[in-house]
């Protein structure tokens, strides 16, 4: 069974870098052909793709976000992160990982989630 799990810091001052993990199991990250993904939902409002890594290592990015966001993986550890940097109360989110399938695999679609990590940006 795939299970995806967030770990990171719940609060983040202004002007930091919000640091978070997804660690991965039951599906390697270098699986073909899936990406790796970051969502985030702010209070009130819906979710947002931040951005995700591929199979092979290549990233992409929301454009709004790109300035700001890095995300990179440990295969060894089998394990993405999402780097948000310098981040303002409007960064203030649940911040979900997610496993996309791509048409590659006959359908498209984000099949596991994890449970996601509330992040707030406060001073």
């Known amino acids: 069974q795939v299970q995806l799990q967030e770990s990171g810091p719940g609060l983040v001052k202004p002007s930091q870098a919000l640091s978070l993990a997804c660690t991965v199991s039951?599906?390697?990250?270098?699986?073909?052909?899936?990406?790796w993904s970051w969502i985030r939902q702010p209070p009130g409002k819906g979710p947002e793709w931040v951005g995700a890594?591929?199979?092979?290592?290549?990233?992409y990015y929301n454009p709004a976000l790109r300035s700001r966001t890095s995300i990179s993986r440990d295969t060894s550890k089998n394990q993405f992160t999402l780097q948000l940097t310098p981040v303002t109360p409007e960064d203030t989110a649940v911040y979900y990982c997610?496993?996309?399938?791509?048409?590659?695999?006959?359908?498209?679609?984000?099949?596991?989630w994890g449970q996601g990590t509330q992040v707030t940006v406060s001073s």
């Open positions: 890594i591929d199979y092979e290592g290549n990233t």
């Open positions: 997610a496993r996309l399938r791509t048409i590659l695999l006959g359908s498209r679609g984000y099949d596991y």
């Open positions: 039951g599906s390697a990250i270098t699986t073909h052909y899936y990406h």
